[in-house]
């Protein structure tokens, strides 16, 4: 059974610097992709940041050079740096991947962790 558990997560002022977590526990044969989705009060859930099994990245405009998305292989683990924290920035942070057997792959999702920018 895989899951994905995040940690991270906090109270940080503006300016400030958060790195986000995502540890897989199960196994997998292949990963196809994981990133990281956020939701703010009384908006939509949004894609931030994606990584390819190949590790080219994608970025949300408003998070492009203040946040950096990596994997550690060896550690199961997905990271999100986040630097330079905004206000607008706070919200629920979401670690998802689509990963799964030699025959079937499906979206996983983690629990999410809290992030509040303080201005």
């Known amino acids: 059974q895989v899951q994905l558990v995040e940690s991270g997560g906090g109270l940080v002022q503006a300016g400030g610097s958060l790195r986000l977590s995502c540890t897989r526990s199960?196994?997998?044969?292949?990963?196809?992709?994981m990133g990281w989705y956020r939701q703010a009060p009384g908006k939509q859930c949004e894609l931030v940041a994606h990584?390819?099994?190949?590790?080219?990245?994608n970025y949300a405009e408003s998070v492009k050079g203040r946040f950096t998305i990596s994997r550690d292989n060896a550690k199961n683990t997905l990271y999100l740096q986040m630097n330079s924290l905004k206000p607008e920035d706070t919200g629920v942070y979401y670690c998802w991947g689509s990963m799964g057997s030699r025959w079937n792959t499906d979206d996983y999702w983690g629990q999410g962790t809290q992030v509040t920018v303080s201005s």
């Open positions: 990584i390819t099994r190949g590790g080219s990245t």
């Open positions: 199960g196994s997998i044969f292949i990963m196809n992709a």
